[in-house]
């Protein structure tokens, strides 16, 4: 039969031992498609060289263990000399595993090809970062069949290849409740990809920042941030809160 459908029963799925799924940040970033956004200027670029960074070098970010590898960063909007201004502010010691481009091709249009193509010259890659998604869609508009079609071919690509992608993203001028309402596009974006995080601050000058995260197998999260030396670190804001307000019920 032309196109029959492929199935597999309770029995065999409960019975099969699948590898289970690596994570190259802990509790963050896995295998799959994952989308970072944030506002202009709000620290995202130094957010993600950190991660590839750390990665790179096995070295724990945002207080959580990485698994080391070869990590990409695709920086589009960015010159190698920003690039490396940037990386002396975080650190002395240069990574081999750390790689860089400021020229990609788009989705469709040859990027899985050259990203094919360095994993087939890096077999450890864990990570490919892209910043922004804007300079790798072939649609320049964001419509919901677009967005769900380009991304899903990066999916695809990550489950292929067993490697993380994370994209760089922008959110809406307009503040939301829910802080994942606030990734600019449609919801395209956010039903395709594994995984959402958003990075946001209360003001624009403000050097803390919260950090939410959520996915298919990430638990729901939500981090308090504080950039120092342009390197954002855990804070202990959250905890500090629940002892304030404990010492008050206490205290009534």
């Not at 289970?20 to 940040?25: N, T």
């Not at 993380?164 to 449609?186: A, E, Q, W, Y």
Request: glycine share 6%; proline share 2%; charged share 25%.
């Amino acid at each position: 039969m032309k196109n029959e459908l492929k199935t597999k029963s309770c029995e065999e799925i409960m019975t099969t031992v699948y590898k289970p799924l690596e994570f190259v940040v802990d509790g963050l970033l896995a295998q799959g498609l994952y989308i970072l956004a944030g506002a202009p200027k709000v620290g995202k670029s130094w957010l993600v060289l950190d991660m590839c960074l750390s990665i790179a070098k096995g070295e724990s970010v945002l207080g959580r263990g990485t698994s080391q590898g070869s990590a990409l960063y695709l920086c589009l909007e960015d010159s190698y000399s920003r690039i490396q201004n940037r990386l002396y502010e975080l650190t002395d010691e240069p990574s081999e595993s750390l790689y860089f481009s400021v020229l990609a091709e788009s989705i469709g249009n040859g990027l899985e090809e050259q990203i094919e193509q360095f994993k087939l010259q890096h077999s450890d890659l864990k990570i490919v970062a892209i910043d922004t998604l804007q300079k790798i869609k072939t649609d320049e508009e964001y419509r919901y069949g677009s967005d769900y079609a380009e991304l899903t071919v990066l999916k695809r690509l990550a489950e292929e290849l067993n490697i993380c992608i994370l994209l760089v993203h922008h959110t809406r001028k307009n503040r939301d409740s829910d802080p994942f309402n606030m990734i600019s596009g449609t919801t395209g974006i956010s039903g395709c990809v594994d995984g959402s995080m958003v990075l946001m601050k209360q003001k624009r000058t403000s050097s803390t920042a919260k950090l939410f995260a959520t996915g298919r197998d990430i638990r729901e999260c939500e981090i308090h941030l504080e950039i120092k030396n342009c390197k954002w670190i855990v804070t202990d804001e959250q905890q500090q809160k629940k002892m304030r307000f404990s010492l008050l019920q206490f205290m009534i």
